[in-house]
T-cell receptor, first 111, second 118 residues
Framework: DAKTTQPNSMESNEEEPVHLPCNHS???????IHWYRQLPSQGPEYVIH???SNVNNRMASLAIAEDRKSSTLILHRATLRDAAVYYC????????????FGQGTELSVKP | NAGVMQNPRHLVRRRGQEARLRCSPM?????VYWYRQLPEEGLKFMVY????????ESGMPKERFSAEFPKEGPSILRIQQVVRGDSAAYFC????????????????FGAGSRLTVL
């Protein structure tokens, strides 16, 4: 399985944008880039996913590099409730339905 | 539309007892996944099931653990003769039919069942 590399932790100030990076240099052409997050004491929560083009939804934006070897999850205005572990995961069609989680980035948000 | 429902939310067992964790997928979802999260560790895939079939159990411990997803009723993760090392949060997720082999497949997770073995 193609692997992703994320910083262990990041800090942000409330109401400021947050850019969470993810490197995936061995991504294959059919791999989608997924982001999930896990708030303290809760189950993982889907955030966003994309293949080649940048994506926006009500939670976040996903910026995908032109060569697809990296991507960035953008939270436009961080709130205290965004403090969580954020996971960048590659999902291809040849691994069945499962997701393989790495260590993720622990985001802390300061008031 | 209720999400993925897991119960019990908290379960305490003594060493050697059995633990049964239940998961009801989202309405319309036919695929269920179980994950385990040990304290201060990441999420580890355990097993993936469709109705009445185990599709991928590559993450299941070889002994004491079993999972089923019957035609009727919730999926069950069963741990026999629990040991202290089984203390963890167990998360269930579900996804709709027809997408499992797509890279775009999105999983919806439940809130988890937290097992404590005394």
């Amino acid at each position: 399985d193609a692997k992703t590399t994320q910083p262990n932790s990041m800090e942000s100030n409330e109401e400021e944008p947050v850019h969470l990076p993810c490197n995936h240099s061995t991504i294959s052409g059919t791999d989608y880039i997924h982001w999930y997050r896990q708030l303290p004491s809760q189950g993982p929560e889907y955030v966003i996913h994309g293949l080649t083009s940048n994506v926006n939804n009500r939670m976040a934006s996903l910026a995908i590099a032109e060569d697809r070897k990296s991507s960035t999850l953008i939270l436009h205005r961080a709130t205290l409730r965004d403090a969580a572990v954020y996971y960048c995961i590659l999902k291809g069609g040849n691994q069945g339905g499962k997701l393989i989680f790495g260590q993720g980035t622990e985001l802390s948000v300061k008031p | 539309n209720a999400g993925v429902m897991q119960n019990p939310r908290h379960l305490v067992r003594r060493r050697g007892q059995e633990a049964r964790l239940r998961c009801s997928p989202m309405k319309g979802h036919s695929h269920v996944y179980w994950y385990r999260q040990l304290p201060e560790e990441g999420l580890k895939f355990m097993v993936y099931l469709q109705k009445e079939n185990i599709i991928d159990e590559s993450g299941m411990p070889k002994e004491r653990f079993s999972a089923e997803f019957p035609k009727e009723g919730p999926s069950i993760l069963r741990i026999q003769q629990v040991v202290r090392g089984d203390s963890a949060a167990y998360f269930c997720a579900s996804s709709p039919p027809g997408q499992a082999n797509s890279g775009a497949n999105v999983l919806t997770f439940g809130a988890g069942s937290r097992l404590t073995v005394l």
